[in-house]
Each structure stands twice: as C-alpha cells, then as structure tokens.
C-alpha cells in the first residue's frame, strides 16, 4: 500500500460544509484506507462498523448539511476506544469475557455523532486500560506507526496508531496514568488530556474511576480544540463531571525538572531532543528549574497505594469468578487491590494530600510545566521480557497528573533515529486546557519540526548512524569496509570541542585515536548511515585498541562513532591542532 497522508478534522468539515467534499466521499477514502492497513496492522482495531453503515450515516450527514445545519465536525471519520460505549458496537476493555452491548453510546460519542462526526470502529487497548505499552491484548499489541519494532505505547494503543497511520482524522482515547499522551509521544501526535471532568466519562468502562478522563488524538492542537469545543461540559449523568472553567496562563515561566531528575533510561536521543525542545521554549519563556520529587511521589500512590483497589473494583467481579480470563499481567496488577484495607486506604488518601499542597504551591513559581512525556521507548521483544519494570519507566513523568488534578497536553518534540517520536507534555493546573492548547501551538510553530519519518509498511529497516575520523573516510583505505555494507553517507561534521586526536604509533595502515578530553578541540569526521545488521558486522571488525563508542558532535547530537582505549595513545602523535586526520595526511 501507499502511505496515506494523515487527517485533519477541521479541514474536512470546512469541505463538506462548503460543498467541497461530501460525507460519502471522506468515508469511501475511509473505507479504502481501513482496507489498505488491515494488511499491515488489523490489531489496530477490536471491531469495526459496517461498511454500508457507514455510507448510510454519510449520506445523512450530507442531508442535514444541505438542509442548512452546521455541523461543526461535518463528515468526520473517528474511532473510539474500546472501553468507551458506542451503540451497536459491543465494548470489550480487550476482554472478551467482559464483553456486553452497550444500550447507548456514552456521552461524548453522543455528542460528536451530533456534531456530524462517524465512528468507524473500537480500537485495541491494553486490557481494561491497565498498561502505558500497548502489548497487554488478546486481540494483539498495535505496534509503533513509523517502527513495527516498537511498541506504540498505551494503553490507548489503537487509537494512536488509528491516527498516525491516516485511518481516522481523530481517536477517541483515555488516561488515567499517562495512556493519553505516551502513546502520542511515541507515534507524532497531539494528547489532549482535558482536567477531570470536562469531558464526561458516562459510558467509560472505569480503571480508576475518579480520576479517569476520555482524552483525544490529533495530528494538530487546532483539532484538539475543535474537539474539546463539541465535547467538554457538564453532564449530570456522570457523578465526577464538574462545569466548565477556564483558567488562562498570563505568565511566561516553565517549570522544568531539576537536572538531577530528568531520567531518560539511557536513551541519549531522548535527553537530546529534551534539549531541543527547552531551548525551542527558552526562546519566548523563562525556564525554572523546580524539584519533582512530591511529584514523582504522588506518581507512585497510583500503583502502590489505594488506587490499585479502586482498579481492582472495576473488574472485582470477574477477577472473583474468573482470574484466568484476565491478561497475566493485568492480573498481577489488579489481585493486590483485593487485600488493600481500609486503613492503607484513608493513608494513602491522606499522603496524597499532603502532595497535592506541595503541587499547589508550585503554581506560585510558575505558569506551566514542560516534562518528558517520556524517558524512552523500547521494542516489543524488550517489553516481553520485562513488562512491568519497563512499563513503569514509562509513567515516571505521566502518572502523577491526574492525581494531582492537572490538565496537560503532549506535542511531538522530534524523532529518534529508528523513527519512533519523541514528545513533551505542558502540564497546567485545572482548567487550563485552552490554555495550554494555545502553548502547544506556539510551541509547534517556533519548533518548525521536521517532517515526519514514513510510516513503517513492514519495510522499515533499523539504521544506526556511525561516524568516522580517519582511515575510514571517504578516499581513505578502508574506506571500502562502508561500501561495502550500502553505508549512506550523511554529512561532514565536527565534534564536540571536547575530544584530542591522535596519530596512533606503529599502525597499518596510519589510523587515529579518538580520545575525550575536557581541553580538547573540535575534530572534522564523516557520519553514516548502517542497516542494524551491517553495522553489528562492522564493529565485529574493528581491531583494538580502538572500539565503538558514543561521540558528541558540534551541535549537541550523538552518534556511535570511533573512540580509543588509552593504551592508544602510548607513544602517538597529538595532532588535534590539525583539527582532523585529512589535515594531518596531507600535511607532507
């Protein structure tokens, strides 16, 4: 298949309206593209509409438009989450001995559908929302849009990878830890994490009832807001549902963790591209350092205090009658809430006050705060291997927001190497969703991103960049060793001013000695392009002294690059005045 191009919600209601487009034609372009990816990934979805169904509300779609109705999301293909009710649909939390027919649609699908919105279908989900991977599913994990190596994040897992892929032009999601915006960061995309209540959760199968919010994903904050403007508002059937408010964010200060707690896991692509996104809001806001540790402690109240019982209470019944219809993993989870007292109860209850004063106070120090969304991402093999460890590292920076009564909304700050998306999260305090919408506009547009990496069709190919420093350089002797194994050649660069260079004695051929060193120089190398399997043959190859490290360009950015053991430089030659080897070869 080609790749489809992704959706915009207001732009396809802007044609439709303006009878440029119909409903019927944006769902039979729907229908093609649903087709087209079920040959790639049908675990994107646990069920889908019928086709004739669809075309049927098209066509009433065009009739109220032609009658003169304005339906602000005229013809708009969506999906929904399946532990969100959708009449006709049979909702499963992703399982099926927890499956039943919803006798209407939940509140917020209400709403769309009245705002001329389609629902194509229920997309998968770790099961009953109980995971921030996406690999927690009978009905399969939905893997990572632009790399199928990786997971696409949870565990709204499906509705992510609905609208990265160019399914759907929005996806209904939920988020209780974090299942709203880790799953954005990972495909490209716009989270909006309304505070609780705006959106009503009546209709929601609950994880953790009190603090559960429907959320939304976009490829653009413009269509996030055009969302919220159809579905937020007070709904007296939802018991936590509160009136609307908004609170605007007048001052220019962000908050970002102490540099001491800013964890990436080792992925030295995440802190870069962090980087680059605080220097990106530096440009218009000053940065304020601030210490997250009441955060980080709420984080953990989430899965190892009280709210483990009020997710067990959700699916006590079945847990009770049935433990083995349940995901083995969820069901670690879950067992420990059915001996949670009452006492470790009004404890934890009482702890996370405490915090919650604590988050309080910062909004004196600042306006917002600008987080990770997360660490890291890691390979479905990896999660297999370690699901509960490895999930947890990716709720360090999401899990304490709903708790602590937050709105937020995840944006796209730049992709990995393997194409997997990084993202920032903009926290604000309660009702401050417009706001914050509005920043992450303003952050997009001074970002100027670059595009998108392809989405991966099955034909995605892990790629590690290498840099080079000496006999390895185009026109050099082994320079043969690169194309041999298709090496793209990307670009001359140079180090950061932190390395020496050195003429190793007694090497054939001549070869240098890449050495860090605090009062170094800037040092001219090559960077290329390796598949994962050519480059893990190239650096079986490398002779020592020398080896494969990580090396820091002139920009900030590392790349797998030449460095030495410091036998190399026993009795070498300090040519890093040269400022490269090119220079010291040509020097005769």
Not at 376 to 399: D, F, I, K, Q
Not at 431 to 439: C, E, F, P, Y
Request: glycine residues 8%; proline residues 7%.
């Amino acid at each position: 298949m080609t790749a489809p191009e992704r959706l915009s919600a207001g732009a396809i209601a802007a044609a439709v309206t303006a009878g440029e487009s119909s409903a019927v034609a944006v769902m039979e372009a729907t229908l093609a593209r649903l087709a087209a990816y079920d040959a790639i990934q049908p675990q994107v979805w646990i069920s889908r509409a019928d086709p004739q169904a669809l075309l049927d509300a098209a066509r009433a779609i065009d009739a109220r438009v032609a009658a003169g109705e304005y339906l602000p999301l005229a013809g708009v293909p969506y999906a929904a989450k399946d532990n969100i009710d959708v009449a006709g649909l049979e909702t499963t939390a992703a399982c099926p001995a927890f499956a039943y027919q919803p006798e209407r649609s939940a509140t917020v699908i209400e709403r769309l559908e009245g705002a001329g919105a389609i629902c194509v279908g229920k997309t998968n989900l770790d099961q009953f929302a109980t995971g921030l991977v996406g690999t927690r599913s009978p009905y399969g994990a939905p893997r990572n849009a632009s790399n199928l190596a990786y997971v696409s994040g949870g565990s709204s897992s499906g509705s992510a990878v609905a609208v990265a892929a160019g399914l759907v032009a929005f996806a209904l999601a939920t988020d209780t830890a974090g299942s709203g915006r880790v799953p954005a960061a990972f495909n490209h995309l716009v989270g909006l994490k309304p505070t609780k209540g705006r959106w009503s959760t009546q209709g929601l199968v609950p994880a953790c009832r009190s603090i559960d919010c429907i959320t939304v994903f976009t490829d653009a904050p413009g269509d996030a807001a055009l969302v919220d403007s159809v579905v937020a508002g007070f709904d007296a059937a939802d018991p936590f549902s509160r009136p609307l408010a908004d609170v605007a964010i007048a001052g220019k200060r962000i908050g970002v963790p102490r540099p001491d707690q800013r964890v990436f896991f080792g992925d030295l692509q995440s802190e870069e591209l962090y980087a680059r996104a605080l220097a990106v809001l530096g440009q218009t806001h000053a940065l304020v350092e601030v210490d997250i540790a009441p955060l980080l402690e709420a984080a953990q109240l989430l899965y190892g205090g009280p709210w483990v019982a009020e997710r067990t209470a959700a699916v006590e019944a079945l847990l009770q009658s049935d433990p083995d219809a349940i995901e083995p993993t969820v069901r670690s989870i879950l067992e420990p809430g059915l001996a949670m007292t009452a006492v470790e109860t009004w404890n934890g209850i009482y702890r996370l006050a405490e915090l919650a004063r604590h988050a309080e106070a910062l909004w004196h120090h600042v306006d917002a705060l600008a987080f990770p969304t997360t660490g890291t991402t890691y390979r479905v093999a990896e999660l297999a291997a370690a699901p509960v460890a490895l999930n947890s590292n990716l709720g360090r920076y999401t899990n304490f927001v709903n708790l602590l009564d937050m709105a937020a909304v995840a944006v796209p700050a730049g992709a990995r190497h393997n194409g997997t998306g990084f993202g920032i999260t903009l926290i604000g305090p309660a009702h401050s969703d417009l706001a914050l919408i509005a920043m992450a506009q303003d952050y997009l547009a001074a970002a100027m991103l670059p595009a998108l990496p392809p989405l991966d069709l099955g034909d995605h190919m892990d790629t590690v960049k290498l840099a080079v420093v000496g006999a390895h350089l185009e026109g050099m002797p082994l320079h043969w060793q690169l194309t041999s194994r298709s090496a793209k050649f990307i670009g001359a660069f140079t180090t950061a001013p932190t390395y020496r260079l050195y003429a190793m004695a007694d090497s054939v051929p001549p070869k240098p000695a890449l050495v860090h060193s605090p009062d170094g120089g800037e040092i001219a190398l090559e960077v290329y392009e390796l598949g994962m399997a050519e480059f893990g043959s190239f650096v079986a190859e490398v002779p020592p002294p020398l080896a494969i490290g990580t090396v820091t360009l002139a920009d900030g950015t590392s790349v797998k690059g030449f460095v030495a053991e410091p036998r190399a430089t026993l009795g070498a030659e300090d040519i890093t005045h040269l400022g490269g080897w090119r220079a010291y070869i040509g020097r005769d």
